[in-house]
């Protein structure tokens, strides 16, 4: 757990509405007690972890209950998550329902770049803490009041580690990476990597001009004994977007959870 940098701190935690928005419309209560700063830090951790989890599952059931998809995207911060959203916004929108979740510290840029793209969006700003948690997205809910049988897109906080620790009631993980962090990150990286359902590879239009191993990417996937499957996309055109647009039908249709099967990487993109 995060001891230094604030994960256990909720002070600051707020959702931020666009500037256009009304403030009154979403609330968000903050009494949440705290004080077990003279606790072991396991035990600190296994009790964090069973309350979110708890709060995660009744998120679960109560979009499953709407016929609502969930997808939880994560990835390192500038691996393009907010293109990605603007872009399936932009192909999906006028077919199906789509609501965005977006987690950053501060600022509400993200938030302002999907309603720009004509979706959904409520905006959290978790200050110090380096990832959302459950009860962030019971919060958040409350305010975005995402359509029955849409799709509820989660758009972490740029971070390879502690998101994904903690289970937000998502019916899917999807670990957005770049060509330019380095094929390595899977195995620096393990846990994030083995709880994704999806890995897009993002970017890729920059491989000939990048030092990246495509090869030893998918290897690395592989070693750290991810499930996932694999897909390369450029998030600023349509490549590799037909691919991903297939994904999510596919989890639409109840198939949340891939095989074990790797995807041979595009390498034409």
């Not at 490549?239 to 990487?265: C, E, H, K, P």
Request: net charge negative; proline share 5%.
């Amino acid at each position: 757990m995060c001891a230094t940098c604030g994960c256990g701190d909720r002070t600051n935690v707020r959702l931020v509405p666009l500037p256009d928005t009304d403030a009154d419309a979403h609330p968000h209560p903050h009494d949440h007690p705290h004080g077990h700063e003279h606790e072991h830090t396991v035990t600190l951790e296994q009790r964090i972890l069973a309350k979110n989890d708890a709060i995660a599952e009744a998120n679960r059931i109560r979009l499953a209950g709407r016929g609502i998809l969930v997808v939880n995207l994560m990835g390192s911060p500038g691996s393009g998550k907010t293109t990605l959203l603007e872009r399936t916004i932009r192909r999906l929108g006028p077919v199906i329902d789509i609501s965005v979740i977006e987690g950053d510290q501060e600022t509400p840029l993200d938030a302002a770049r999907i309603d720009a793209a004509g979706g959904r969006v409520v905006q959290v700003n978790t200050g110090a803490g380096c990832h959302l948690d459950a009860q962030m997205i019971d919060d958040a809910l409350a305010a975005l009041d995402p359509p029955a049988g849409g799709v509820l897109f989660i758009e972490n906080v740029g971070n390879l580690v502690c998101p994904a620790l903690f289970d937000l009631g998502e019916s899917a993980r999807v670990v957005l990476a770049s060509v330019t962090e380095g094929a390595d990150k899977p195995l620096k990286y393990p846990h994030m990597f083995r709880s994704a359902d999806l890995v897009l590879l993002n970017k890729a239009d920059l491989l000939p001009h990048v030092d990246f191993d495509t090869d030893a990417f998918g290897r690395a996937v592989q070693a750290v004994g991810a499930g996932a499957q694999v897909r390369s996309v450029t998030a600023t055109r349509d490549a590799g977007i037909d691919g991903w647009v297939d994904w999510l039908n596919d989890a639409l249709n109840g198939g949340t959870r891939s095989t074990t099967v790797l995807d041979t990487l595009d390498k034409s993109i």
